[in-house]
């Protein structure tokens, strides 16, 4: 699956393409088959993101992987401390394989 990530255009965050439109969650990121770049023009056209790029990944059940370490940092967060992940409070970080 192809999938398209990039940051917030007012705030910085990363960002993933859901269908409609960005979220904070990669699990929510949906599935763009050929039609990144027209999504990717699109959206940085209208201001809403800026530096976003497809990438590929997988869809389990546990979640959406992305392929690359790079973005599954940028998913997750950084990997030195479970606190500073995305989500510093949910148990199930610690199950996390990055």
Do not use: C, Q
Request: no cysteine; aromatic share 8%.
């Amino acid at each position: 699956m192809k999938i398209l990530t990039g940051n917030d255009l007012k705030t910085g965050a990363v960002v993933w393409w859901d269908g409609t439109g960005w979220s904070k969650y990669v699990n929510s990121a949906a599935d763009v088959g050929d039609e990144g770049d027209i999504i990717i023009a699109r959206e940085e056209g209208a201001r809403r993101v800026f530096a976003a790029y497809a990438i590929d990944a997988e869809r389990s059940a546990d979640g959406v992987r992305p392929a690359h370490i790079k973005d599954r940092i940028r998913a997750h967060g950084p990997t030195v401390r479970d606190d500073l992940t995305l989500n510093p409070g949910d148990p199930d970080t610690s199950n996390w394989v990055i």
